[in-house]
């Protein structure tokens, strides 16, 4: 439940961990030379055809601590205000919880003493649905993503617990500033010019081999590869690992690419992106 950078990581990652990288979690793609290379413009997601995984977030809030159980790796911190070490984490090192009352949690999420996220999660009077409003700073220090997202309870509320405790599932997205949604394209014969508007950015080859990604602390290679007449799948690493992977098509049009996003917790998201 905190807040991300843009599409590319968004999607792929989309948890607390469903929101952790909403912050944080994702994605771009290329296609093998069709019409005029059709991938090159600016595209935006279009957020009313969103699919969001059904994977559950776990949370607990009790006795003073938080803890994320789904976030990868798990996260625990005293919600008293403070900021809080965590580990494991290449986005944050830091985590501040506090509790506003008794359905309502702030977020603050730090990297190196620099802010990297702040969300407020408040959980409906009946418990069945919680509300997220987030602002992601991206690392090049360019303007901050904000947005709104939903969440519902999956089972019961824990009993002794702070309301955001529980399992919660993605419901949808909304108002998400357009430089959180929108990515331009460079294709060659060959390879792929990324860009984002938070800087994220890469130049590779459509040939399976590693390359610089550059501007997020998500990721620091990608691989292109073509899948079929009209597709490319795009696999994100950090540290030689899977973090991300997408398979993306294109419209016979040339007007939208629909995307399949995996993220490395195991989450698939589907969306689309039109052309602007």
Known sequence: MTGSQNWKSWFGAIGASNMKT????LL??????????????????????????????????????YSCLTCDPPVTAKAD??????????SYDTENVKIVDDRTVQFTEKKAGKLVSQAKTTVSADGKTATTEFTGYPASGGKPVTGTVMQKRVGGAPAGMHAVSGSWVMDK??????????VTYEQSA???????????HYDAKIDGKDYPYEGSPEAD???LKRIGARGIEETVKRGGKVWSSAQMTVSADGKTIAIVAHGH??????FTANKQ
């Open 190 to 200: 060959d390879g792929l010019k990324m860009t984002s508007p938070t800087g994220e």
């Open 28 to 65: 771009s793609g290329a296609l093998p030379l069709l019409a005029a290379e059709p991938f090159t413009g600016t595209w935006k997601v279009n957020l009313a055809d969103a699919k969001f995984s059904q994977k559950p977030d776990k949370i607990e809030l009790k006795n003073g601590t």
């Open 22 to 25: 909403l912050t944080l979690l």
């Open 221 to 223: 290679k990608v691989s």
């Open 173 to 182: 997205a909304e108002n998400i500033s357009d430089n959180g949604l929108t």
């Open 265 to 270: 917790d195991g989450r698939v998201n589907t």
């Open 81 to 90: 205000g403070t900021d809080q070490p965590v580990t494991g984490h290449p």
